[in-house]
């Protein structure tokens, strides 16, 4: 019987560590304001002029969306075609009552090669923050219009958005908090 009180116990305080170190972990870290606080219309302006290619931003009321097309390509392989596509979101929740930009970001890869004999395909997405990232490809092969050449060649380093987004929110006198999940 006491090894069960004890279990019962042991159970509750594990879930309540559980439940301190998720609300911890949820936002990493708030990086403070710079500045006056300027308008929530001042900081969209200024993150808008992000909408260049390779970006393409998105504004719905208090959320704003860079989509950054990484690579989108198609080709032939030996037997059959190939694709793939890698695509960067930043999501900005920008809440103009306590002048706070909450940051996240997703980050999606898919690639696809069919054959006669068989089919593969890959898929990963990735939620949270990316520390370190920087990424280089290069793909060579047999383009769509059967010409050889270069498919295509990336470089990827979304510390670099990042950086910018935050720098352009917080010396408009907002914080941002980054969030992980």
């Known amino acids: 019987m006491t090894g069960i009180i004890f279990g019962i116990i042991g159970l509750l305080i594990a879930l309540i560590g559980i439940i301190v170190a998720i609300s911890i972990v949820y936002y990493t ?20 002029k992000l909408n260049k290619k390779p970006i393409k931003i998105e504004q719905k009321e208090n959320e704003i969306k860079l989509t950054w097309t990484i690579v989108d ?21 920008l809440n103009d009552t306590d002048k706070t930009a909450t940051y996240k970001e997703r980050l999606y890869d898919k ?24 990424e280089k490809a ?8 059967f010409t050889i050449g270069k498919i295509y060649n990336y470089t990827f380093s979304p510390v670099e958005l ?5 720098r352009i929110i917080t010396e408009k006198g907002w914080k941002v908090k980054i969030k992980i999940f």
């Open 29 to 48: 870290k708030t990086i403070p304001a710079k500045g006056t606080p300027k308008t929530q219309k001042e900081i969209t302006h200024e993150l808008m």
């Open 73 to 93: 390509a198609k080709w032939i392989e030996a037997l059959g075609p190939a694709w793939k596509n890698k695509t960067f979101k930043a999501i900005i929740e």
């Open 111 to 134: 690639e696809t090669t069919l054959g006669p004999i068989k089919a593969t395909g890959n898929y990963s997405f990735f939620k949270g923050i990316e520390l370190f990232k920087k």
């Open 138 to 145: 290069i793909q060579y092969g047999i383009k769509r219009d």
């Open 162 to 166: 990042r950086e910018e987004i935050i």
